[in-house]
């Protein structure tokens, strides 16, 4: 007799970890929690995957754990791990649901779909060639012939929930619509402690459906799905509660096991179709994501990455609070406070990690996982974060003083100022000479060194500002001499470059004279 195949994600090891020595391992559900403190972190190669595995993580331990106060957080906090014995019983009580192959009600699943709507493995993953994606990492094709390992296809299954872009896939009726999912509109914030179990409390934020915290909802009805009484449907519906909303299921999805060559198991097929889905007024804000506002009319939006940019460039979404018209994480908020009443020191220094897409046209055209440090002064000290607005201030305006010579050195190589040159020439040759690029990239590192620097508790903050203006002179005139080499030594050119070498100069003292004496240089 033939066993039904079975892949329990309680035990099964599919989680990957980083061990405190940083060895590396996988683990099921039960041992990443139970032994979280034992843990760095969880990560996977992709960024997506990574998000989805911390809020599936975090839908669990609030299930459990709350906080529904503050107190209760510091309880946790002071403990550093998670009660096994607490885990222990409720895994025993829905290990069922916990199965990514059980026949009634598989993990993140809707079983019972049309087999029609069946596609290779390899739909699962955003980030792969198959369906309407280009290749970015890997080679798999849509020929259905593909095929997954189950603790691959239960991560990336995972991530389906977290970041499925919307657009047209498989329905009951052919092809049908569906919406994005929850993160794909906006960049994931993890604030990053010493250990896993530290990661998890941190950006554990207070949980009480009964008082809307920190999203309506209500204790009898604020379910993870695989605790609700029946699966994902194809339906219009609002969360009922925040860990409702960490597990929602935007694509109902179903893994046909096989078994390969090797008797490994494996899922050889996939159902991706349109699921759950929010009302067209939902906007109730994510409290991993930082938001900005730059009209009032269309109000807030979700910081996210775009095409080219460099997250660091808006490092006061992360450091500066409602600074502006940008605003915290709710998770980072929540710690702004237990860091000015001394539960967690403020000269502790941990990690924001920024996780997120970025996508075109219902294509993926980059993940990115990024990381900056966050010194937790910053969240309890405003001079301090005033010192690190002006520092990115002073950047940015020395950045367009940089690329107003840059165009001004472009026109005067296409026309030699005789007349304007075509849009589209001038942008694209100051596109190829990678001033804007080269600048930026140059000052990433040195930038976190400033976020650390700014913070130190006998910082001399003021001679760091100055520091911090030298800097930006040199990089920007290593940025515009490095395009100089680019350009052919002719008579127009060398006319051009020494016009824009003027603008460069002229402008850099205005920006930067007020914070060092002017220095000889070649401009």
């Not at 490994?264 to 067209?280: K, N």
Request: proline share 5%.
């Amino acid at each position: 007799m033939t066993m039904a195949p079975s892949f329990d994600l309680v035990s099964e090891k599919w989680i990957p970890c980083v061990r405190l020595d940083g060895s590396t391992d996988e683990l099921g559900l039960f041992n990443t929690i139970a032994q979280a403190h034992e843990l760095r972190e969880v990560v996977d190669a992709s960024p997506l995957v990574t998000a989805s595995l911390h809020r599936l993580l975090l839908a669990i331990l609030h299930r459990n754990f709350g906080p529904r106060k503050y107190d209760d957080w510091r309880e946790l906090w002071e403990a550093k791990q998670f009660d096994a014995k607490v885990l222990a019983a409720y895994f025993d009580e829905w290990r069922h649901r916990f199965d990514l192959f059980d026949e009634e009600r598989p993990f993140y699943q809707t079983p019972g779909m049309d087999g029609k709507m069946l596609r290779g493995a390899s739909k699962l993953a955003e980030d792969s060639s198959a369906g309407n994606n280009p290749t970015l990492f890997d080679h798999t094709s849509d020929d259905g012939e593909d095929v997954l390992p189950a603790g691959q296809a239960a991560r990336l299954m995972v991530a389906q929930q977290s970041y499925s872009l919307g657009g047209l896939m498989a329905d009951e009726s052919g092809r049908a619509s569906g919406k994005s999912a929850c993160l794909t509109d906006g960049a994931a914030f993890l604030l990053s402690g010493e250990t896993l179990a530290e990661t998890l409390l941190l950006n554990m934020v207070r949980y009480d459906p009964d008082a809307d915290l920190p999203m309506p909802g209500r204790s009898d009805d604020d379910l993870p799905t695989w605790e609700r009484p029946e699966p994902p449907l194809k339906r219009e519906r609002m969360p009922d509660g925040y860990v409702d909303y960490l597990t929602w299921q935007p694509r109902r999805l179903y893994l046909q096991p096989d078994i390969n060559s090797d008797g490994q198991l494996v899922v050889s097929q996939c159902i991706i179709a349109d699921g759950e889905r929010f009302p067209d007024d939902y906007d109730q804000p994510d409290p991993m994501m930082a938001y900005f506002t730059r009209d009032e009319k269309t109000g807030p939006r979700a910081r996210r990455f775009g095409l080219g940019e460099t997250l660091w460039r808006d490092s006061l979404a992360i450091h500066g609070g409602m600074l502006g018209r940008r605003e915290l994480p709710r998770v980072a908020e929540e710690r702004a406070d237990l860091v000015i009443d001394g539960t967690i020191p403020r000269e502790a220094v941990y990690d924001m990690d920024v996780l997120g897409l970025g996508s075109s046209k219902a294509k993926v055209c980059l993940w990115r996982h990024e990381r900056l440090p966050l010194p937790l002064r910053y969240l309890a000290d405003q001079e301090l974060v005033d010192h690190l607005r002006e520092c990115i201030e002073l950047t940015e305006k020395v950045h367009g003083s940089l690329y107003g010579a840059t165009c001004a050195l472009a026109e005067q190589a296409l026309t030699a100022g005789e007349r304007s040159a075509d849009t589209g020439a001038r942008d694209q040759l100051i596109s190829s000479l990678g001033v804007s690029t080269g600048y930026w990239a140059e000052l990433e590192l040195p930038f976190r060194g400033l976020i650390v620097g700014l913070a130190a508790e006998d910082a001399d903050r003021y001679a760091l500002e100055v520091a911090w203006a030298q800097r930006l002179r040199r990089t920007a005139w290593q940025a515009f001499e490095r395009a100089e080499l680019s350009l052919a030594p002719n008579a127009r050119n060398l006319r051009a470059i020494s016009h824009a070498r003027r603008v460069l100069g002229g402008s850099l003292r205005k920006q930067l004279d007020a914070y060092e004496e002017v220095t000889a240089h070649a401009d």
